[in-house]
Nanobody
């Protein structure tokens, strides 16, 4: 099993910066990718940034050049957000894709954290 706990959300002015952290516990060795998604009220959840177990990052077009995803170690995923815009306001969720189910079976499974709110004031 895997547990994800996000932290670092809060209120920030447009143009400011904020760093989100995701602490991972459990079977991190079975992970294939990790990342951050966000969802604003009335909108679908969207991918913000992902990073493979090998360290290769992918970003949504809307955040390229402003956000950076990284791993402090194998159990901490960070999202450095710079030049924040009003449209970045959303609840941000940590995500981990695993090769194993919570039961231990070797089948794909997606874990989610509870989310952390990021609010950008204009």
């Amino acid at each position: 099993q895997v547990q994800l706990v996000e932290s670092g959300g809060g209120l920030v002015q447009a143009g400011g910066s904020l760093t989100l952290s995701c602490a991972i516990s459990g079977d991190v060795l079975s992970s294939t990718a990790m990342g951050w998604y966000r969802q604003a009220p009335g909108k679908q959840r969207e991918m913000v940034a992902t990073i493979t177990s090998g360290g290769y990052p992918t970003y949504a077009d809307s955040v390229k050049g402003r956000f950076t995803i990284s791993r402090d170690n194998t159990r901490i995923i960070r999202l450095q957000m710079n030049d924040l815009k009003f449209e970045d306001t959303a609840k941000y969720y940590c995500n981990l894709e695993s090769r194993r189910q919570p039961s231990g079976s070797y089948m794909p499974y997606t874990y989610w954290g509870q989310g952390t709110q990021v609010t950008v004031s204009s």
